[in-house]
């Protein structure tokens, strides 16, 4: 399974942000680019993880059908990893999955199933996708259903990987910041924090609009950050710091991100960056910041890096 570009998961680069926060009392920013993984995010980890464990179990082999709902970056990994492994992939999405996400996974062979209503009783899509989910599993006989909202294999994908490497290469971390919408990524990295007792703070980032750490539901213009309702991984408080932010906030930060540094990220690495730009000036004297910036730009050339688009969504930039 290893002997192809699978290897190349992991092990991303942790860059310095010295542009976009030039060192002002001895605190320095840093970025591990989670969008330099293979398939272009973070996603590849827990995909990876997910798939990997289930072979080894005998839940699937050659030819297996994988179902999942995804709003955009773990169908894309999801579908590379799968077409890679012989895996015929469908993906449940709705209305919000961003066009060229659908395109991407589409030219990895993805098969698409489109939930054009959301629930009912909660008015989300994400409870219709995974009802759609269960539909296509009871009609699939050799389905497996990876379950990247419940599945701990993704966050152990984090707790084992994205956040021991940023220990090992800046030695001491005072903050780690990042986006949640399954949680995965930020509850890891806690886990590991915990488990081998730093002093790191961890910092969730979540949208304007999401119910994840209880705030009020509500439109949001981006997938792959919030969440319409509270997964697993949010039962408890893994956090010590949650900061929302509105898309306008996330998409403009994109933007300086990309002026400042050439760094072309999507809307969940812009939260990110406009967290870390809101507290930066309360953090302590030499305190060492690592954001997470999870996927790439490349993906929202018609939305957040569109200047009609953006002016026509939030006004004169």
């Avoid at 990524?185 to 961890?202: D, E, N, Q, R, W």
């Amino acid at each position: 399974m290893r002997d192809s570009w699978l290897n190349q998961i992991g092990g991303t680069p942790l860059v310095r942000l010295s542009r976009l926060f030039p060192e002002q009392r001895g605190i320095r920013a840093y970025a591990k680019l989670e969008l330099m993984n293979p398939s272009g995010s973070a996603k590849d980890r827990p995909a990876l993880r997910i798939l990997e464990h289930a072979w080894k179990d005998g839940r699937i082999g050659p030819g297996s059908v994988v179902v999942e709902s995804s709003s955009g970056n773990m169908a894309i990994s999801m579908a590379a990893i799968c077409r890679l492994l012989g895996l015929k992939f469908i993906c449940v999405i709705d209305p919000r999955t961003a066009k060229q996400n659908i395109e991407i996974m589409k030219a990895y062979g993805a098969e698409v199933s489109y939930v054009a209503d959301p629930d009912p009783a909660t008015g989300e899509f994400l409870p219709a996708r995974l009802q759609r989910v269960q539909e296509l599993l009871a009609l699939t006989p050799d389905g497996f259903w990876p379950n990247q909202y419940g599945n701990p294999h993704n966050y152990l994908a984090h707790s084992e990987g994205t956040m021991p490497e940023i220990v090992r290469e800046l030695g001491r971390v005072d903050y780690v910041i990042g986006g949640v919408s399954t949680c995965g990524t930020m509850f890891g990295c806690s886990a590991y924090i915990h488990a081998s007792g730093l002093p790191t703070k961890v910092v969730a980032v979540d949208a304007v609009g999401s119910v994840i750490f209880g705030g009020e539901k509500g439109p949001r213009k981006f997938p792959g950050l919030g969440a319409g309702i509270v997964p697993p991984f949010a039962m408890e408080r893994f956090m010590d710091m949650a900061i929302s932010v509105t898309d306008r906030e996330m998409a403009i930060a994109c933007r300086e991100l990309a002026a400042a540094e050439s760094i072309l990220a999507g809307p969940s690495s812009g939260a990110v960056i406009a967290a870390l730009q809101s507290i930066i000036g309360e953090l302590p004297d030499g305190s060492v910041c690592a954001a997470i910036l999870h996927d790439r730009g490349e993906r929202y050339m018609d939305t957040v890096f569109n200047d009609e688009w953006m002016e026509t969504a939030f006004g004169p930039l």
